[in-house]
């Protein structure tokens, strides 16, 4: 199971420029025809203002199980080793940590440590569920939805009530 | 999000609005109505939606489809959003609740590849 790996593949994005620094941003026409959905929302949080980065060290325990989330992590580079029962598998660049337990205010199922350098963006979560409760009833319906699919609930979690 | 930028649908009592395993292309908001999401070959009930509430999120993924399969439970009308329709939606959005739907799509395509990988996950 330790073979298992979930993210996105950053050396496609590399080769168009995306994260280097330096390179020419696509323009959004350009990124609608050559980047998939889960690319496009990759780069976009990447480059979002809103979000701070934060670097880990190797063996830096970002949660362990049963842990409630204070701070979601997107990991932008490096990876993490997740530990579930007696599954383990690794996650990298792309992957989203606790932001839907976060919102749902469930502790995490999982144990994540970081098995390399770790530089992630924080989602800080009771802005993110301030920002909920005030937008329009239609956004905070697609949220509610897609944190109940993500936790696989099907009850309303009593935060996005 | 005003109703005058997306077509509305309306639907029969009994209606398929779409089955496990189509591709997913549409997101639904229920104006009227009310759908029952089952999952096939057991029609396992998964959950009754109403006015308000949102379902179909799968349509903001590449090559998405369906979990489960919706059937209208009554007369229904719903507004229907394309993926393009829908990302056009988040990108306008100029507070964190970009950054916080972009997380949330992102987090549901890496949980249903590790749901798909590793299905023992799912118990």
């Known amino acids: 199971m330790d073979s298992f790996f979930f993210g996105i593949n950053t050396q496609k994005l590399s080769k168009m420029g995306l994260l280097d620094s330096h390179g020419v941003p696509l323009t959004d026409a350009e990124q609608d025809t050559k980047l998939s959905s889960e690319e496009h929302l990759f780069s976009r949080l990447r480059s979002s203002s809103f979000l701070r980065s934060a670097i880990f060290s190797k063996g830096h325990t970002l949660f362990s199980q049963g842990d409630m989330v204070e701070e979601a992590h997107v ?13 383990s598998f690794y996650m990298g660049p792309g992957a989203v940590i606790g932001l839907a337990e976060g919102i749902a205010d469930v502790p995490m199922r999982w144990t994540l440590q970081a098995e ?23 956004l905070r319906s697609i949220c509610r939805v897609t944190v109940m699919r993500t936790l696989g609930v099907d009850q309303t979690p009593e935060s996005l009530r | 999000m ?37 999952v096939p ?6 959950v009754r939606l109403g006015p308000g509430e949102a379902f179909g999120e799968q349509a903001i993924l590449t090559g998405g489809v369906r979990g489960a399969t919706a059937i209208a439970m009554t007369d229904m009308v719903c507004i229907q959003m394309t993926a393009e329709s829908l990302q056009e ?3 306008s959005q100029t507070s964190l609740i970009r950054p916080v739907l972009e997380g949330l799509f992102l987090q549901l395509y890496l949980q249903n590849s590790i749901r798909s990988a590793i299905p023992e996950l799912n118990s």
């Open chain 1, 75 to 87: 990991i932008f580079q490096g990876q993490v080793r997740v530990i579930a029962g007696d599954t």
């Open chain 1, 116 to 138: 390399t350098l770790l530089n992630t963006r924080i989602i800080p979560i009771k802005r993110a569920i301030e920002e909920i409760r005030t937008t329009d009833a239609g």
């Open chain 2, 2 to 38: 005003s109703e005058a930028y997306f077509p509305i649908q309306s639907y029969k009592a009994g209606d398929v609005l779409f089955s496990r395993g189509d591709a997913a292309h549409t997101f639904y908001m229920i104006e009227s109505g009310e759908v029952d999401l089952f």
């Open chain 2, 41 to 46: 070959p057991a029609n396992t009930f998964l």
């Open chain 2, 89 to 91: 939606i988040v990108q």
